[in-house]
């Protein structure tokens, strides 16, 4: 089997370049090792930035999102009883789309279907070889076969857990990592928003988010400790738990309902340095994570897309490798600082274990120079709506 360029993964990363290069004429192959329907119950974060929602279009997959999803202008932060909105629209001209992950990827698998796209689900033992010469194959199992795909460049899109980083030799292989002491217990929940914006609360008891997908499905988080499990919390614990952290008007208008969801995530910082190796690039979740405060981590997997998108289409339309030499420079370039942005929100909002009480009043003292700076609400909603590519 033969392809111009083989990609490991077929969650949103593999899938939106697969169709992006697609839209060029250039070939792809996607080796998934889960099922599609497994792949499709994965429920993630819900904001887009325009960056985001235009290479959708340059896929020729946004119809559905046009339709259905919602545009935000801005977002409210709390603390303790106190609130204030900032306005992106007004602050930076830009806005961000609500529109979920999971619709995201289904929209992705339609447009491959529809354009006979090969995407191989349930593969296993997905390897790459000869990386660092110019005849890079992949070998995996799929249907209880062995198969051998030759290609150009391969694309490792297999997320955090994937194998493509690991075929970059620890010689030059570089990771940077901070874990943060809690988690997110999150839960969807077939009831209105409480707001039309999301509201990022910190409080006494540990951060809440309220954010929503359509006007009757909505996404709340709390942090939790890592050592909880979702059956440690009932539904009405943690609509219990939620009310106490938010502001009194929003917590008695929210609307309590059955999960149909609930999850923990844990909160990571991590990024592998370099992003290309050889004929390989690391794409996505499989090179970077950021904590969810802020919601980047399909944006981030996005700005990989888009820098590797012109860099192989640059390659084929013309032999120009400017684009694939510098891949890696250009990318880290963008999500060291969008890691920033994730681990600055995450440390203004949440309640760390060790915080003693002068850290707490610096924290409040950052939320209160927030609210009463312009200049510091520009610089998040920069960052927010998202940086330029
Ligand atoms: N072989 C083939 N596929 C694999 C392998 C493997 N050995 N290991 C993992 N995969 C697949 C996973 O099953 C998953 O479908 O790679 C895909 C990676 O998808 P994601 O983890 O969603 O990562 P990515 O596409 O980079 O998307 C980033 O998703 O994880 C969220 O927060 C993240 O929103 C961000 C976005
Ligand atoms: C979500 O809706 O799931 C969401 C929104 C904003 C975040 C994180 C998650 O910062």
């Given at each position: ?175 940077y ?93 991590f990024v592998t340095e ?14 970077h ?46 999500i060291w600082?969008?890691e ?50």
């Amino acid at each position: 089997m033969r392809t111009q360029v083989a990609i490991i993964g077929g969650g949103p990363s593999g899938l939106l370049l697969s169709q992006l290069l697609h839209e060029k004429g250039i070939d792809t192959v996607v080796l998934e090792r889960r099922t599609r329907d497994y792949v499709l119950g994965r429920i993630r974060a819900g904001i887009l930035e325009a960056g985001f929602v235009n290479l959708m279009k340059e896929a020729g997959v946004a119809a559905r999102m046009e339709a259905e999803s919602f545009t935000h202008d801005g977002t409210i932060i709390a603390y303790g009883e106190e609130q204030f909105g900032i306005n992106f629209k007004s602050l930076t001209d830009e806005s961000v789309v609500v529109y979920g992950q999971t619709e995201v990827t289904r929209d992705l698998y339609d447009a491959r279907d529809a354009a006979g796209g090969v995407v191989l689900h349930e593969c296993s033992g997905v390897t790459p070889h000869d990386l660092d010469t110019d005849k890079p194959f992949v070998t995996f199992l799929h249907d209880g076969k062995v198969v051998r795909l030759d290609c150009d460049y391969v694309a490792g899109c297999d997320g955090f857990h994937g194998p493509s980083r690991q075929a970059i030799p620890l010689t030059v292989r570089r990771e940077y990592e901070k874990t943060y002491p809690f988690g997110w217990l999150g839960i969807l929940s077939e009831t209105p928003p409480v707001n039309d914006e999301l509201i990022y609360s910190s409080s006494d008891r540990g951060f809440a988010l309220c954010s929503m997908r359509n006007d009757n499905l909505s996404r709340y988080y709390i942090q939790c400790s890592l050592s909880d499990s979702p059956d440690d919390w009932s539904d009405d614990m943690f609509w219990d738990e939620l009310m106490r952290r938010i502001p009194s008007a929003a917590a008695e208008s929210l609307v309590t309902g059955a999960s149909i969801e609930k999850s923990i995530a844990p909160l990571r910082s991590f990024v592998t340095e370099p992003m290309r190796w050889g004929r390989l690039f690391l794409c996505g979740d499989a090179a970077h994570i950021v904590p969810p405060t802020g919601a980047k981590g399909l944006n981030t997997a996005a700005s990989d897309v888009h820098y590797l998108y012109h860099a192989l289409t640059a390659f084929y339309d013309g032999g120009d490798t400017e684009g694939i030499d510098r891949y890696s420079e250009k990318a880290l370039s963008r999500i060291w600082k969008t890691e920033r942005f994730s681990w600055w929100m995450t440390n203004l909002l949440h309640r760390f274990p060790e915080q003693t009480e002068f850290d707490l009043r610096i924290q409040r003292a950052e939320i209160e120079f927030l609210r009463s700076s312009e200049a510091a609400q520009r610089a998040l909603a920069e960052n927010y709506v998202g940086l330029p590519y």
